[in-house]
């Protein structure tokens, strides 16, 4: 089992113990949005490499777990990429800034990032909607993996595999796709390898789309390119 854009199932099974351990800490204790943003204001003086993980799967759990339905991070503030922010996201959040990987594992809600994101973006979702702002959006390991229900909305361009072994829901991309990638040096589908559900629809102003996506590499599920279908299984 391949999960969060090649990472092993024991990877990831150390996020959710994680997380269900930051859960149980904070259960009974009373605190609000604004209580939330004061604590990744008081990561300013931390170095980003000590950040790691745990912090963006403690603030999922503060963010979960609170009362509030909406929540605004001001991530620019910080100067630092947070990996796994949203993880099991129920909520709506804003998020103001450049944010690392594995955004967006998550079940429903909605999460807005007014910034560039890292990879595997919206891996194995069950639910929800991602929008991420124009602007250098990378995604070498890739976007939507695995994604199961939901939709991501990426209105910059994309540098790197998108929904693979995507099982369902929506992948809306208004920028380029592939960036420097060569084709000629891929064997696989760049966009939509191995899927097996769901739809791609491509609006970049590229004329190597259609050199990314290749049929033989799609088990099921449509890909459009500028709302012309061109994969349908």
Known sequence: MKVRGGRGKNFYDAFEYLYSDFLEAIKDIQYTAKDVEDFYVALEGIPEIEIGSKVGLFLSALVNNGKEENHV????????????LCFHNIKNVTIK?????????????????MGSCGDSLGCNMKGGTITIGKGPNTGIDGFGQGMCNGKIIIKGDVDGPVGENMQGGTI???GSVGGSISSTFLPNSIVGHQMSGGEIHLFGKSNRTIDLVRNECIAGGKIFNKGKLIVDK
């Open 172 to 174: 809306i991309i208004f």
């Open 97 to 113: 800034g450049n944010v690392g990987c594995g955004l967006g594992y998550m079940q429903e809600g909605k999460i807005h990032v």
């Open 73 to 84: 991070l001001k991530l620019g503030q910080l100067g630092k990429k947070i990996d796994e």
